[in-house]
T-cell receptor
Framework: GAVVSQHPSWVICKSGTSVKIECRSL??????MFWYRQFPKQSLMLMAT?????????EQGVEKDKFLINHASLTLSTLTVTSAHPEDSSFYIC?????????????FGPGTRLLVL | AQSVTQLGSHVSVSEGALVLLRCNYS??????LFWYVQYPNQGLQLLLK??????LVKGINGFEAEFKKSETSFHLTKPSAHMSDAAEYFC??????????????FGKGTKLSVKP
């Protein structure tokens, strides 16, 4: 159990367009979902935390108007990169947990690689 | 502030040799500790986690880690490396600090190479 999927796995888009990435918990209800960004050969950096039905909490330095997060149900969260630019190219990974506390294990999706031309 | 330090960005072992990946943490309160593995172009897979129960934690794929409070360490070991163990390994900590919602703080990762 505890499987998390992401779609798409790869996306290439032109500069200025918007891209939506979906994160789904397939076999459990995810009260909390997290979005991370990973640059090549670096660790994961948390972008934002979202609880179902609430507004996302963004980490310092992450533009909330650029990275729109919606957590409309207990199994789906979406990240929309608005007006994407080449510097937004990265590997985006989501994770999901059954609860909002630190005791809950985060289960990670396979990631989405975004390339903005 | 809480932090995780992984000593050695790259570790190379021979197939069949002992794997030792080091992780030290700093936390003012008892933490939860995790080891994740990432294969190329994939997300993270949970290897094992420490949640203040037994100090020696056994995980998947023959890995285990020991929580040593006196050393603030949570090193990952495997008695005999296999070629399929070649991947990036991340140590992470979470805890009841700063009002976080279970946010994980990751180390920078250690790339494990296994030589035939």
């Amino acid at each position: 159990g505890a499987v998390v999927s992401q779609h798409p796995s790869w996306v290439i888009c032109k500069s200025g367009t918007s891209v939506k990435i979906e994160c789904r918990s397939l076999d459990f209800q995810a009260t909390t979902m997290f979005w991370y960004r990973q640059f090549p050969k670096q660790s994961l950096m948390l972008m934002a935390t979202s609880n179902e039905g609430s507004k996302a909490t963004y980490e310092q330095g992450v533009e909330k108007d650029k990275f729109l997060i919606n957590h409309a149900s207990l199994t789906l969260s979406t990240l929309t990169v608005t007006s994407a630019h080449p510097e937004d190219s990265s590997f985006y990974i989501c994770s999901a947990s059954r609860g909002p506390t630190y005791q809950e294990t985060q289960y990670f999706g396979p990631g989405t690689r975004l390339l903005v031309l | 502030a809480q932090s995780v330090t992984q000593l050695g960005s790259h570790v190379s072992v021979s197939e069949g040799a002992l794997v030792l990946l080091r992780c030290n943490y700093s936390s003012s309160v008892p933490p939860y500790l995790f080891w994740y593995v990432q294969y190329p172009n994939q997300g993270l897979q949970l290897l094992l986690k420490y949640t203040s129960a037994a100090t020696l934690v056994k995980g998947i794929n023959g890995f285990e880690a020991e929580f040593k409070k006196s050393e603030t360490s949570f090193h990952l070991t495997k008695p005999s490396a296999h070629m399929s163990d070649a991947a990036e390994y991340f140590c992470a900590v979470s805890g009841p600090y700063g009002g976080s919602q279970g946010n994980l703080i990751f180390g920078k990762g250690t790339k494990l190479s296994v030589k035939p």
